[in-house]
């Protein structure tokens, strides 16, 4: 237990001193929330409050846009040894790749709850307030709004351990975030009523843990969930089984 804390606090030095990996945890917790006071400004409230959109949903609309940046700070967590030999030298210092892996995972995981939960919370207060007498007040916060809360997180999580499995079987930051920004940017989402079996890749299939998507054809939060953790779990068994077999450098 005290080489495993030595070894996660190995990786919270690293995540907390390089620029790339704090300027990536700063956006994703910036983003959402300006771009909620930016769409509650410019909403017209008369057509807020005609709108059939959910009002407990305004605000939760932006998460989608922090799942690029949580693919950005996995990935570089996950990834930032592959240049210049440096996991050499960590595996050097640690041997245990399996700690060394748990410790990334849990960084990974505590960083994308810290988001989901700091930049949503912010980003459905900001709008609500910003939208005036059309929006909810906080002590008219629902009990659905926090559950949904807690899906964004969820899907934080999840997204994130993906994106940092993924960089450990390419060794490839680049790989990573080619694959997995575009489809959470729309991609796949867009072919869906083309091909409905898409619903089950891990970017759509939690999609309703980030806000409702009614009448889209998109699996409901808790089945979409599990898929998207059945994902997370195959590439963890993927991740792990290659980053013991053959990540000893930088190649």
Do not use: C
Not at 25 to 48: E, M, Q, W
């Amino acid at each position: 237990m005290i080489r495993l804390l030595r070894t996660l606090r190995a990786e919270w030095t690293k995540a907390l001193s390089l620029p790339s990996i704090i300027g990536a945890l700063v956006a994703a917790i910036v983003v959402p929330p300006a771009l909620a006071v930016a769409s509650g400004l410019s909403l017209d409230p008369t057509v807020a409050a005609a709108s059939s959109f959910p009002i407990e949903s305004h605000g939760f609309e932006t998460a989608g846009f922090g799942q690029p940046l949580v693919i950005l700070l996995a990935a570089l967590v996950a990834g930032t040894e592959y240049s210049g030999g440096q996991l050499r030298t960590m595996l050097l210092a640690d041997p245990r790749r399996g700690r060394v892996l748990a410790a990334k995972l849990v960084v990974v995981t505590t960083l994308a709850v810290f988001v989901g939960l700091l930049g949503t919370t912010a980003a459905v207060v900001l709008k609500h307030a910003t939208l005036g007498e059309h929006g909810l007040s906080l002590s008219e916060f629902t009990a659905g709004m926090g559950w949904n809360l807690i899906g964004v997180s969820i899907n934080y999580v999840l997204i994130g351990l993906i994106a940092a499995l993924l960089t450990l079987l390419t060794r490839s930051i680049v790989v990573a975030l080619a694959v997995l920004v575009p489809l959470v940017l729309g991609v796949t989402l867009s072919l869906l009523g083309l091909a409905p079996l898409l619903k089950y890749l891990p970017d759509v299939a939690g999609m309703q843990l980030l806000t409702s998507y009614p009448g889209v054809g998109l699996l409901d939060p808790i089945p979409g969930g599990i898929v998207m953790a059945t994902w997370t779990v195959l590439l963890g068994i993927a991740g792990w089984l290659a980053f013991r077999a053959r990540d000893t450098g930088g190649g």
